[in-house]
């Protein structure tokens, strides 16, 4: 189960995730996020309620976080530090903004 709040000011997205990110739900937020890309220059993911992230969410974020490199900026908040070990141990905190 995953939910999956936006909040959009401008052009700046925070998008709000809690549950599970995984095999399940990651084309759930690859669909929510696919358009609402286009006229985003800051995006943030708040992550504070995500309890687990597989890689099939991994690869999601990888794939917005090319998006993004060409139209902003993205950054990753408040992980807890279960999942922060799983950017650790995959390489992800090497790719992807974390704070």
């Known amino acids: 189960m995953l939910n999956i709040e936006k909040n959009a ?9 809690s549950g599970r ?9 690859e669909s929510e996020l696919k358009d609402a890309l286009n006229e985003v220059k800051e995006l943030v993911f708040n992550l504070a309620d995500l309890e687990y992230i597989s890689s099939a969410g991994l690869r999601v974020l990888l794939s917005v976080q090319k998006v993004m490199n060409k139209n902003g900026n993205m ?25």
């Not at 950054?75 to 704070?99: P, Q, R």
């Open 9 to 17: 000011v401008a052009d700046k997205l925070e998008v709000i995730l």
């Open 21 to 29: 990110l995984d095999t399940a739900t990651a084309p759930q937020l």
């Open 75 to 99: 950054v990753v908040t408040n992980a807890s530090d279960e999942v922060k070990e799983i950017f650790e141990v995959t390489g992800f905190s090497d790719i992807l903004t974390i704070e």
